[in-house]
């Protein structure tokens, strides 16, 4: 539509007098009205396409029928959607497409088929047409997308999803005429063209040809519970079907606020290991031989009681801690929390935002006063310019990924930094690719152009930053010469960047681990923020400075104050009058001085100061770096308990495990990437023998001595509401589908969409331009280690993947490559699947080798979703001095081969790693 005022107009439908915008169709207003019209081609989602002639209707004064669809309404115009030519039209296409449609399948029951729907309403039972009927074999070779072009009737729905909500392209038509039909890739299966799975072409299709089989094989539903995603930090609403007590089908939510009805191949699919056959049903106990035995409730509780309060009691509180988790609600996390401090006595309490998105915190709480992104995901829509840094969205955020590729196909701008080239780099405008550890040079070089080229909004930071004339002098000396020698990004791009974002606002930044997994992680994201305060980009719609958050509660597990120095939202455990509250509250004195930070914990463990241990829904073995030291602490500590779904690395250490629930078996809340706490609603019951993980932990403060009552999801956020002043308004009646984005600070608040519109939440009421020098990596490539390592998630897979590799994201990507760039497997004599070893000065690892460009000479990448594959064994200790995040993204390796690629396909060669640009 062109940028035209909108008018309202009147008109007439079906004898009825409405008013409308003239920007709306026919059918926006029929729709809008509950006055039926039937469609097929059409999906609110996308544009419209006019192609099935279907939702034809009758208009005075027309020459003949119209498409509803396509047709804008008009002032004073009259439609009649029961026009009897109009309904000819329709029943005769619906007879022409019943013509080649499977016989029966109309009748088949369960399946979510509109051409049922639209037959029925036209009053169309069969077709009149004989003729030659298509018969093509069903392609069952996905996991989960289960092809029959016997039931496809050539909509183009599933190309357009794939084109305009995805924005990968992987679907197309073939030949012409009767012949035609969809295909994936160049006609080959789903699973080996660039499809990224994520199944919208599942959700858009009207006839079944696109299906998941688990939906097929289920006759009704009984009932749809809409939740969280448990995955990434983008916070996607699912719609979860229930029978008989389990999950047979998750769809994204239409009314998602993240998400607006699109998911990924995980929050879709990837929901089977709830169900998995070895998932822990009971408590389990070790045996002096080592073994491990099963364990009734009563006794694994006791036993860990009085294992806690014996250590208490012999080396004082602080000899006890607890590893909170960022994959469980706020609920959960607040009650970790609140038991370690007021039964245990100590702020020994840490969560995995400690090793991802601490620096997020600890910069932007320097910077601009408080701990969270500052606009709405929605915002991407409206910004004209994007700045991607340390983070692949497509592949780790993947529903915001496509939100993005959408926003640059119209128009948007977009700057990539990053080591990799990611799928986002092949669209940008400019990308840096710049070394690991170069962030903080590179963002001060951007910032020196902007200043020297007079592209500062003066305005702003008159009003609204300070220490402006001493960063202006500081970043004097990070002319673009200087920074192309410290980074390898060229100054002429450098230049190009720097003007591309000053000059188009509003310009937002995006960024991820990146920037935050540095030994200069803080100073990175403030060098960051640095950029968005020259240029005024605060306070307003597309602008604003975004981390994408890792696990989908990273932020709402710090927000919770599952942290070793703050209660609920960032309040400094020193702080008496904050202390005193949750004092009177909660009843117990409360400790003053910060507990260990989870680097920290693992130190203490080793020296014998530590002796037991609370690890809540982490694989710290497997996830953590230096995973030797690691299984050192763990070995060395008295107590360790695992409460977690499964059996993982660390729980070969433990001492007692606790079988937890999943999303999707709880209530309670998750805070997204944008501040947006949404509701976790239980849609299942936990298998037999398992708890809640809520009751769990209320039973083990009951066993410590502080009962707390019955455990209550709603009322732990009342509480938590109580205690917070900029979470007063939250409740889980208020949330309904769309959640609320902190802070809300009362009952009748809509939420913060957009923070720092009128001021910032510094004591000085200004953003805080940071003046800090780069300063090198903790380690460099040297020649015993010539390259580096940089290390990520990979699409189907989810950190350790204790989830994923329960699922049929097994078979999508079956194992975990190293990749390494063409020049340098040339030299070392590797080829495509060859086995190789990378070695680090803790240890190595070997796995298969992935050739190519998506790396520069001299880096090489591999994630960590494989026990397999220990990556972390690679990784060093390494880490910002501030806040301790460590730096998994810059490691010294060695790379060779030691064999042969293994007889039989690369199974990852299969196309599922982003082979569309590649």
Sequence with gaps: MSGRERTLVRLSIDGREVVASDRATILDVARREHITIPTLCYDPHLAPFGACRVCMVGVAGAKGPVPACTTLVREGMVVDTRDERALRVARGVVELVLSDYPEGALAREGDRNELREVAKHLGVTASRYVGERHSYERDDRHPYIKVDLNECIVCGRCVRACDEIQGTFALAYADRGWQTRIVAGIDGAFADSACVSCGACVQTCPTGALDEAAFRRVETIDRTVTTTCAYCGVGCSLDVHVRDGAVVAIDPSPEGPANLGHSCVKGRFAHQYARAADRLHSPLMRRSDGSLREASWDEAMGFVASKLTETIKQHGPDAVAAISSSRCTNEENYTLQKVFRAAVGTNNIDNCSRVCHSPTSFGLIRSLGESGGTNSFEDIDLTRCLLLTGANPTEGHPVVGARMKEAVLRGAKLIVIDPRRIELATLADVFLQLRPGTNVAVYNGLAHVIVRDGLCDEAFLSERAEFVEAFKAHVAAYDPERVEAISGVPAKELERAARLYASTGPASIFYGLGVTEQSQGVSGVRTLTNLAILTGNFGKRGAGSNPLRGQNNVQGSSDMGALPNYLTMYRHTTDDAVRGTFEARWGRKLPRDPGLMIPEMFDAAIAGTLRAMYVFGEDIAQTDPDVSRVEQALRSLDLLVVHDL?????????????????????????????????????????????????????????????????????????????????????????????????????????????????????????????????????????????????????????????????????????????????????????????????????????????????????????????????????????????????????????????GPAPEGPNPIARGFRQNAFD
């Design 646 to 898: 499964f059996e993982n690395v660390t729980s070969r250490f433990a001492h007692v495990l606790l079988p937890g629930s999943s999303f999707l078996e709880k209530t309670g809340t998750f805070t997204n990437a944008e501040r947006r706490i949404q509701m976790v609603r239980e849609a299942v019951a936990p298998p037999a023998g398992a708890r809640r993980d809520l009751e769990i932990l209320y039973d083990l403060s009951a066993r410590l001595g502080y009962p707390m009552g019955e455990a209550s999801a709603s009322g732990v956020m009342d509480e938590i509401a109580q205690l917070t002043p900029e979470l007063r308004g939250v409740s889980h009646d208020r949330l309904a589908k769309r959640g609320l984005q902190w802070p809300v600070p009362d009952a009748s608040h809509p939420g913060t969409p957009v923070l720092y519109e009128r001021g910032f939440a510094t004591p000085s009421g200004r953003a805080g331009l940071f003046a800090v020098d780069w300063t090198p990596p903790g380690e460099v490539a040297s020649e015993r280690f010539p390259f580096i390592l940089i290390t990520g998630r990979q699409l189907a897979h989810y950190n350790s993947g204790t989830q994923t590799r329960r699922t049929g994201n097994l078979e999508l990507h079956p194992e975990d490559q190293v990749e390494i760039h063409p020049d340098d497997a040339s030299r070392l004599g590797i080829g495509a699947g060859d086995v190789v070893e990378i070695e680090s000065e803790r240890g190595s690892v070997r796995t298969g080798a992935c050739i190519t460009t998506r790396v520069a000479p001299g880096n090489v990448f591999l994630s960590f979703h494989f026990p397999e594959v220990k990556t972390n064994v690679l990784t060093s200790e390494h880490s910002d001095p501030t806040v301790r995040c460590p730096e998994y993204k810059v490691t010294a390796v060695d790379v060779r081969r030691v």
